[in-house]
């Protein structure tokens, strides 16, 4: 059994965005999960168009409303909702429309997706 708790970790900036910062609750927890993390944005916070050629970007929307771009199509994730975002796809964050929390994990596909 592993116990993660959100307080107890440090803010850290994200690779692609470093004015952004995240919570990383576990890194390779499992051997196909390379970390779990925690952002809250806010309004007007963007990520930059990038991608992983090695594994799926899950997201979990806990709350608010957020614009993803995946592939050049716009999708308004709000919370419940949750995004795959397949290896080689560009996405980004171009608008956050409100506080949004998210958890997000990067998975090592083992087959088809």
Do not use: W
Not at 9 to 21: A, F, K, N, R, Y
Not at 44 to 63: K, L, P, T
Not at 78 to 87: A, I, N, R
Request: charged share 25%.
């Amino acid at each position: 059994m592993k116990l993660f708790s959100l307080h107890d970790i440090p803010l850290e900036p994200v690779s692609h965005d470093p004015g952004l910062s995240k919570k990383v609750l576990a890194r390779d927890p499992l051997p196909s999960i390379k970390h779990i993390s925690h952002i809250v944005l806010q309004p007007g916070d963007s990520a930059s168009e990038h991608s992983h050629s090695d594994y799926v970007e899950v997201f979990y929307c806990i709350g608010g409303d957020a614009e993803f771009s995946v592939q050049g199509e716009t999708l308004s994730i709000k919370k419940g909702h949750l995004l795959l975002v397949e290896p080689g796809e560009k996405h980004s964050i171009p608008n956050v429309k409100e506080e949004t929390e998210l958890l997000y994990l990067h998975v090592t596909p083992t087959g088809k997706i």
